[in-house]
């Protein structure tokens, strides 16, 4: 696999991690101004997630969505977080502490893959961007 195909499956699975914690989170929140904030987020991580699949299968590449293992870790961790605690604030702590984790990994794989088409640089880019502009709007929820 080579570096395009590799940053641009990062990008695939960072976004489907958005797109999956925010549906099951939207079952969740109570509040209505956080639920319409994550609506739009759910859209933008979507928006990226159907970038990158398109830009893989342009390559010739099958996308590696995230494992079985993977999406069950996850929602058992939703669920397990927020059996006690629903409040916004709780839901916008784990968000951010998500976000961040996101932002680290795009910040490390844009350098690991500086060699990477421009338009696949982009992309990770925008994905960095959107992580730093979700942890920005969350604060306003805890």
Same mark, same amino acid.
């Given at each position: !696999?080579?570096?395009? +195909?590799?940053?641009?499956?990062?990008? &695939?699975?960072? *976004?489907?991690?958005?797109?999956? +914690?925010?549906?099951?989170?939207?079952?969740?929140?109570?509040?209505?101004?956080?639920? $319409?904030?994550?609506? *739009?987020?759910?859209?933008?991580? $979507?928006?990226?997630?159907? /970038? /990158?699949?398109? /830009?893989?299968?342009?390559?010739?590449?099958?996308?590696?969505?995230?494992? +079985?293992?993977?999406?069950?870790?996850?929602?058992? !961790?939703? =669920?397990?977080?927020?059996?006690?605690?629903? +409040?916004?604030?709780?839901? *916008?702590?784990?968000?951010?502490?998500?976000? =961040? !984790?996101?932002?680290?990994?795009?910040? $490390? =794989?844009? @350098?690991?893959?500086?060699?990477?088409?421009?338009?696949?640089? $982009?992309? !990770?880019? @925008?994905?960095?961007? &959107?992580?730093?502009?979700?942890?920005?709007?969350?604060?306003? &929820?805890?």
């Amino acid at each position: !696999m080579n570096g395009n +195909t590799e940053l641009l499956n990062f990008i &695939f699975q960072n *976004s489907q991690m958005g797109v999956d +914690t925010i549906n099951q989170l939207l079952g969740i929140v109570e509040d209505e101004n956080l639920k $319409k904030y994550l609506k *739009s987020q759910y859209e933008g991580y $979507k928006e990226i997630h159907y /970038a /990158a699949k398109k /830009a893989l299968n342009e390559n010739g590449q099958d996308e590696k969505g995230l494992s +079985t293992l993977e999406k069950i870790k996850t929602y058992l !961790m939703i =669920n397990i977080q927020t059996m006690t605690d629903r +409040t916004s604030s709780h839901i *916008s702590e784990m968000l951010i502490i998500g976000s =961040n !984790m996101g932002i680290i990994d795009a910040i $490390k =794989n844009l @350098k690991r893959y500086k060699d990477a088409e421009p338009s696949i640089v $982009k992309l !990770m880019e @925008k994905l960095l961007k &959107f992580e730093e502009d979700n942890v920005q709007q969350l604060k306003q &929820f805890l």
